[in-house]
């Protein structure tokens, strides 16, 4: 085993690009999702779970590699889901019907989770908790800014040459990080936990979830989530049919969310050692909370453009950088033991629930605005209470006792 005391900026980059990867796999496909309806003789809602399916596969690939990582170690783990990972997108790739492209696609998404879960956990390992959330705020950045852009880069390479294309770039990169990670990344765990089977793994989530302030910090982390994939999953539709603009201009207006998320973790990465988690956490929720309320406010105000409702979200996006990096680290550093298992059940418990509310978001739109914004405040609010009542009022009942 490899002992280390910190990770190159280019292990740090390199592991932020495959934390990426399951997201970007997922969401790169979309602008093709008529083409292939159209090319398959399939309906939408058959089309649709080429997507649907690859976040399912996400939330249960966060949820196993956990606990494989914490016996086997991290770096073989690792290296087998970047080989799922590009198995699936050869399997996508020759896929001859919509019933092998989705198992394909369901397949590389799985794989692609492996980064997801294990970059945050080999950072636990290595750094210390403060540190750690400055590191891991390095790897969210790129987890979600990737991701955000990878639609656009679909859709040129659709457009260039053909949607299969976007298969061939996921695996290139899939086996490039591969290649690297197997070469330079050093074995991180330094203590294997055995793994027991399903049992004892249930077992280890049961023993997290029981405590107050993991829940607390994980919950928080979830909601952030939602409010992220929310926008995501009904923005380009709104900008179509409610706010009735052209489709071409969505994506410059969508730029302003991935920066005002980067310009949060730059807040975090560098502020975060001077103000402490708890408190960038606190910050972060409300700053997301009062962003999501103006945008809400000037809608009823009659600002019915694409500008009113981005620039407002792009604050609440900005919020939303500040907190999950910090909540990540301060979820994982809560039982250190297990941090393979937690950072997995707290990446399931992002996707699981993002997942729901792509479906509900899809499900109570009405024509109007005002469901996707009073879904992203629900989910805004109850991140703050988890946090609130979950956390600081754990951390005040253990220090009593």
């Known amino acids: 085993m490899t002992e280390t005391n910190s990770l190159s900026k280019r292990l740090i980059v390199l592991l932020a690009v495959s934390s990426a990867l399951g997201p970007a796999a997922m969401q790169i496909l979309l602008p093709a999702l008529p083409i292939i309806k159209d090319s398959f003789e399939v309906s939408t809602d058959v089309a649709q779970l080429t997507l649907s399916l690859s976040m399912l596969a996400i939330a249960i690939g966060t949820l196993t590699y956990g606990p494989l990582s914490d016996k086997y170690g991290r770096k ?35 794989g692609g989770a492996v980064g997801l879960v294990l970059a945050r956990a080999i950072v636990r390992d290595v750094y210390g908790a403060e540190q750690a959330a400055r590191v891991i705020a390095t790897l969210v950045m790129v987890m979600v800014v990737i991701p955000m852009l990878s639609p656009a880069l679909g859709g040129e390479l659709m457009q260039l040459f053909g949607w299969h294309s976007v298969f061939v770039v996921i695996a290139l990169l899939s ?69 009735h603009r052209p489709a071409t201009e969505y994506g410059y207006y969508f730029i302003m969310i991935p920066a005002g998320f980067m310009v949060g973790n730059y807040v975090a990465r560098h502020f975060g050692g001077s103000m402490g988690m708890d ?74 629930f993002s997942a729901i509310a792509a479906q509900v978001v899809a499900m109570i739109f009405n024509g109007t605005i005002y469901p996707l914004l009073s879904l992203m405040f629900c989910a805004s609010l109850i991140s703050l209470l988890c946090f609130r009542f979950g956390v600081q009022r754990g951390q005040a009942k253990r220090s009593v006792n």
Not at 95 to 108: E, W, Y
Not at 228 to 239: D, H, L, N, R
Not at 309 to 334: C, D, H, K, R, Y
């Open 76 to 110: 073989p783990v690792m290296i087998a889901g970047l080989i799922i990972t590009l198995v699936g997108s050869l399997l996508c790739l020759i896929a001859n019907s919509i019933t092998s492209l989705i198992i394909g696609r369901f397949i590389q998404a799985f």
């Open 175 to 243: 086996t490039a990080i591969m290649i690297t990670l197997s070469k330079s990344l050093p074995e991180t765990l330094r203590e294997p936990v055995p793994f027991e089977g399903v049992k004892a793994m249930l077992g280890t989530f049961i023993t997290l979830l029981a405590s107050r302030v993991f829940s607390g910090y994980a919950f928080c982390v979830t909601f952030v989530s939602v409010v992220f994939f929310s926008f995501i999953s009904a923005a380009p539709e709104i900008m179509v049919s409610v706010l």
């Open 279 to 352: 408190r960038m956490i606190g910050l972060g929720a409300s700053i997301a909370l009062a962003g999501i309320s103006l945008a809400v406010a000037l809608q009823l105000s009659g600002f019915q453009q694409p500008l009113a409702l981005f620039a407002p979200i792009s604050l609440a996006v900005f919020g939303n950088g500040i907190t999950l990096p910090n909540a990540q680290a301060a979820a994982i550093n809560e039982f250190p033991q297990f941090a393979g298992s937690a950072s997995g059940l707290t990446g399931f418990l992002q996707m699981a």
